[in-house]
């Protein structure tokens, strides 16, 4: 490395978003929670044709747009900055939502501050603190076809958020299908939870060590870059 060269180094919630855009399938209608979700929809290939979902009545959001092109009048439902697709729409919160219920989602992505073994997920409040942004993540966690949860592995406090059973109150009962961290994918099934994948450079034992949670293994445990 020459001098004044600057090495460009991938952040661990970049890393998570590029893992959990390899779920988005072409054609799928999802909606992306706020943090780390939003920015899946800037790995997902040009080749796919992917329709972004926000509550505040968009279907067809764009990747985020460059510095000094936003759009102040066009943002998601966490009030950040989107382009458009090819064939992007606009409608009331109501339709939105309706969207929701109906069960017209592919896929929720979504932040947590607690994830259980089983599924359950707690992420709209902490008792005696204001939580931004819990909005509609009930009704995504419940309706979405399916539901992958990112998050950090550990809280600021060091403390698992993969969890034998949450102690916040929850969302929803056994609506998270796979759950990506910082340190490794996870993937909930009806006998319990699957380590299937870990982060570089992490290892098989640092993560059953991070986790509270009980992780099962069948086979390879495979690894991200």
Known sequence: MGMG??????????????????????????????????????????????????????????PSPAKGEENPNLCNAGGFPVTLATGASFFDSATAFAIIRRGLLDMTILGVLEVSQSGDIANWIVPGKRVPGMGGAMELAQKAKRVMVLTTHLDKNGRSKIVKECSLPLTATRAAHLIITDMAVMEVCPDGLYLREVMVPYTVADVIGATEAELKIDGEVGVFE
């Open 5 to 62: 060269e600057v090495v460009q180094t991938e952040s661990y919630r970049e890393r998570i978003a590029r893992r959990a855009a390899q779920e988005v399938a072409d054609g799928m209608v999802i909606n992306l929670g706020i943090g780390i979700p939003t920015m899946v929809a800037d790995y997902i290939p040009k080749e796919k044709r992917v329709y972004f979902h926000a509550e505040n009545g968009i279907l067809g959001t764009g």
